[in-house]
């Protein structure tokens, strides 16, 4: 793109395995697209890590035998280990071995190089594909450049080629060499259309430098017209840097460029959420949600499940509805349970529990359920407003759907039961939490026996404390002191010398 510098294939890394014209190819001449290599690097800072099969279960015996020799053996050795083993290799053992070779990469290739006598040098191109990305994450890249001319000896190039090689040279801060193997991909065979260039542009912006693939892109973009995966792609590299302003220019030239498409979905879901971390987040989404809902243009479901998770964290119940009024109500979007969770516990927040309860009961409408978390949230906050009938309802309606409430709601729900003489349904919280607790019981289990004896319920006071004492929960002693008083006053004494005598042996 305005340069005429050629591609060197001998930079400064090499590998003492990089002849890879052994003999004479008799390769598949197909180019049927195959999937991207599959990388087993993870990154860590700059120090690549590799996945291997000491971390993969359930691999084939044959598999993990020659992962084994090729992870312990020298590069030099190996090929000789290898014959002795007299194993016989599939195509699809070949990929799975490459896969998790990655940490040694000398080894492999010989293993590669190996395996192609037995297959009379028909490795797949998902094969010849692994080596590439292999040497490439090990920055081996004159033999990856080797290995790649002969892949075009024998036709079996494609952009998942160039994908790996692309995403190699970022990983190393090689920035200019990508863009370089973009400009001579195709003397390989591989056309550098726009396929290509979001190719190119997607790996610079998933290593975390986006401004490298818009300055490119205005380069770029004199020969090779964007399309709405360009800007989408730049656009997600700026949410993932959390770079508001670069969005904000990336959207106008998109704008621009490609004029407002309401199948653009991708773009503005990643636009609007890029725009809620900024400093005055949900005021400039609601700003140019506005500007788009006028073209008939909306973000995706990821974007309205951030912006209200992001409500409830502000309390902004109005954004919330706007939102929600005009992705759901008007254009039919169908939320989930968690976006509906978001919406409950936004109203409970602002003590509008009664529209909290309209979005439970319309949930299961929109092909929504609630779950645990539902039930806890307005439940938690049906507690705290002392709503005790309300409570009642949702405590028998969230365990009959086995949803069971929090340790905390728990014992907030006996105490408020107990607080407003409600006996019977403290007594179901308390069974339903001895039931799916096993700790931490003991200070509502002492509240619940105090709260019978004082609303003169002795008769149950004692059953539950013999059940605590059963069950290992601690009994105080003055809950102990206080049963004794009642019990005394009624003449059963002798109840509580039982119940003492069993405290005692516990």
Same mark, same amino acid.
């Given at each position: 793109?305005?340069?005429?510098?050629?591609?060197?294939?001998?930079?400064?890394?090499?590998?003492?395995?990089?002849?890879?014209?052994?003999?004479?190819?008799?390769?598949?001449?197909?180019?049927?697209?195959?999937? *991207?290599?599959?990388?087993? #690097? #993870?990154?860590?800072?700059?120090? *690549?890590?590799?996945?291997?099969?000491?971390?993969?279960?359930?691999?084939?015996?044959?598999?993990?035998?020659?992962?084994?020799?090729?992870?312990?053996?020298?590069?030099?050795?190996?090929?000789?280990?290898?014959? @002795?083993? !007299?194993?016989?290799?599939?195509?699809?053992?070949?990929? #799975?071995?490459?896969?998790?070779?990655?940490?040694?990469?000398?080894?492999?290739?010989?293993? $590669?190089?190996?395996?192609? $006598? #037995?297959?009379?040098?028909?490795?797949?191109?998902?094969?010849?594909?692994?080596?590439?990305?292999?040497?490439?994450?090990?920055?081996?890249?004159?033999?990856?450049? @080797?290995?790649?001319?002969?892949?075009?000896? !024998?036709?079996?190039?494609? +952009?998942?080629?160039?994908?790996?090689?692309?995403?190699? &040279?970022?990983?190393?801060?090689?920035?200019?060499?990508?863009?370089?193997?973009?400009?001579?991909?195709?003397?390989?065979?591989?056309?550098?259309?726009?396929?290509?260039?979001?190719?190119? =542009?997607?790996?610079?912006?998933? @290593?975390?430098?986006? /401004?490298?693939?818009?300055? $490119?892109?205005?380069?770029?973009?004199?020969?090779?017209?964007?399309?709405?995966?360009?800007?989408?792609?730049?656009?997600?590299?700026?949410?993932?840097?959390?770079?508001?302003?670069?969005?904000?220019?990336?959207?106008?030239?998109?704008?621009?460029?490609?004029?407002?498409?309401?199948?653009?979905?991708?773009?503005?879901? %990643?636009?609007?959420?890029?725009?809620?971390?900024?400093?005055? !987040?949900?005021?400039?989404?609601?700003?140019?949600?506005?500007?788009?809902?006028?073209?008939?243009?909306?973000?995706?479901?990821?974007?309205?499940?951030?912006?209200?998770?992001?409500?409830?964290?502000?309390?902004? /119940?109005?954004?919330?509805?706007?939102?929600?009024?005009?992705?759901?109500?008007?254009?039919?979007?169908? *939320?989930?349970?968690?976006? &509906?969770?978001?919406?409950?516990? =936004?109203?409970?927040?602002?003590?509008? %529990?009664?529209?909290?309860?309209?979005?439970?009961?319309?949930?299961?409408?929109?092909?929504?359920?609630? @779950?645990?978390?539902? &039930?806890?949230?307005?439940?938690?906050? +049906?507690?705290?407003?002392?709503?005790?009938?309300?409570?009642?309802?949702?405590?028998?309606?969230?365990?009959?759907?086995?949803?069971?409430?929090?340790?905390?709601?728990?014992?907030?729900?006996?105490?408020?039961?107990?607080?407003?003489?409600?006996?019977?349904?403290?007594?179901?919280?308390?069974?339903?939490?001895?039931?799916?607790?096993?700790?931490?019981?003991?200070? %509502?289990?002492?509240?619940?026996?105090?709260?019978?004896?004082?609303?003169?319920?002795?008769?149950?006071?004692?059953?539950?404390?013999?059940?605590?004492?059963?069950?290992?929960?601690? =009994?105080?002693?003055?809950?102990?002191?206080?049963?004794?008083?009642?019990?005394?006053?009624?003449?059963?004494?002798?109840? &509580?010398?039982? +119940?003492?005598?069993?405290?005692?042996?516990?």
């Amino acid at each position: 793109m305005g340069r005429d510098k050629k591609r060197s294939h001998r930079d400064d890394s090499s590998s003492s395995s990089s002849n890879f014209d052994h003999r004479k190819k008799h390769h598949s001449s197909s180019t049927t697209a195959n999937p *991207p290599p599959i990388s087993s #690097q #993870q990154r860590t800072g700059k120090h *690549p890590t590799f996945v291997s099969h000491l971390e993969t279960p359930n691999l084939h015996p044959k598999v993990k035998l020659l992962c084994e020799i090729i992870a312990n053996t020298h590069s030099l050795s190996v090929e000789n280990v290898l014959d @002795d083993t !007299g194993i016989r290799v599939s195509q699809e053992d070949v990929e #799975q071995v490459l896969k998790l070779s990655y940490g040694f990469p000398g080894p492999a290739v010989k293993f $590669f190089r190996w395996s192609g $006598f #037995q297959l009379n040098d028909k490795h797949s191109p998902y094969a010849w594909n692994l080596v590439v990305d292999l040497l490439g994450k090990n920055c081996l890249f004159d033999a990856m450049w @080797d290995a790649i001319k002969s892949m075009k000896k !024998g036709g079996l190039i494609s +952009l998942a080629t160039f994908a790996s090689v692309f995403s190699s &040279y970022v990983a190393v801060d090689r920035v200019e060499d990508a863009i370089m193997t973009f400009e001579v991909m195709d003397q390989y065979g591989c056309p550098p259309d726009i396929v290509a260039l979001n190719s190119l =542009l997607s790996a610079i912006c998933r @290593d975390g430098k986006t /401004a490298k693939a818009r300055e $490119f892109l205005r380069i770029a973009k004199d020969k090779i017209r964007p399309d709405a995966d360009t800007y989408a792609i730049l656009l997600e590299g700026c949410e993932n840097e959390r770079d508001v302003v670069s969005a904000r220019q990336t959207f106008s030239e998109m704008v621009v460029e490609m004029g407002w498409d309401p199948k653009n979905v991708p773009a503005y879901d %990643t636009f609007l959420t890029t725009l809620l971390k900024g400093p005055d !987040g949900m005021r400039e989404v609601l700003k140019f949600f506005d500007s788009m809902k006028e073209r008939r243009c909306y973000p995706g479901m990821n974007f309205l499940k951030v912006a209200l998770e992001e409500c409830v964290r502000t309390g902004d /119940a109005k954004g919330a509805w706007l939102l929600w009024e005009s992705m759901v109500g008007r254009i039919g979007f169908r *939320p989930d349970t968690p976006m &509906y969770n978001s919406m409950i516990a =936004l109203h409970c927040y602002v003590k509008e %529990t009664d529209v909290a309860r309209r979005f439970l009961d319309e949930m299961v409408f929109h092909g929504a359920f609630p @779950d645990t978390q539902t &039930y806890n949230v307005y439940f938690q906050f +049906l507690i705290k407003s002392k709503k005790v009938r309300d409570a009642s309802v949702v405590f028998t309606e969230m365990t009959k759907n086995e949803c069971v409430p929090s340790h905390a709601n728990c014992s907030s729900a006996v105490k408020m039961f107990m607080d407003h003489g409600d006996a019977y349904m403290a007594i179901k919280v308390w069974k339903c939490m001895i039931d799916s607790y096993h700790s931490d019981l003991d200070e %509502t289990g002492n509240l619940l026996v105090m709260g019978l004896r004082d609303t003169n319920r002795v008769p149950e006071a004692v059953k539950y404390a013999e059940d605590m004492i059963d069950r290992g929960i601690k =009994l105080n002693s003055s809950t102990l002191s206080k049963l004794k008083q009642s019990l005394s006053k009624l003449g059963k004494g002798y109840v &509580y010398d039982e +119940l003492l005598r069993k405290w005692k042996a516990r």
